[in-house]
């Protein structure tokens, strides 16, 4: 990618949550802010970050607008095992006595 943040390719925001998306969200608009900032006050020296910045928060609403049509996943949950309750424990050595 030749523009933009190289960490926030689409296929890296693919494996991001909903959480993780929207905290990004947060950053990079903050970002664009304070590069707004600096370009009124005559202080920016990177030009064409601001670009960068605005197609990323482009991306990342693309991103999250197509997990809610359904159009792309959103990213699977590591499950974890699940536990046993006592009800199973019993079920499963009584299975045992009677084998």
Avoid at 62 to 73: Q, Y
Wanted: charged fraction near 40%.
């Amino acid at each position: 990618m030749a523009i933009g943040s190289k960490e926030l390719a689409i296929t890296e925001l693919d494996t991001f949550e909903n959480g993780r998306l929207t905290d990004e969200l947060k950053k990079a608009k903050e970002e664009l802010f304070n590069l707004r900032f600096q370009a009124a006050t005559g202080q920016g020296e990177e030009r064409g970050r601001i670009r960068a910045v605005k197609r990323d928060i482009a991306r990342i609403y693309t991103v999250i607008r197509e997990r809610e049509l359904g159009i792309r996943a959103t990213p699977a949950a590591a499950e974890k095992p699940a536990k046993k309750t006592r009800a199973k424990k019993a079920e499963k050595a009584e299975n045992e006595e009677t084998n």
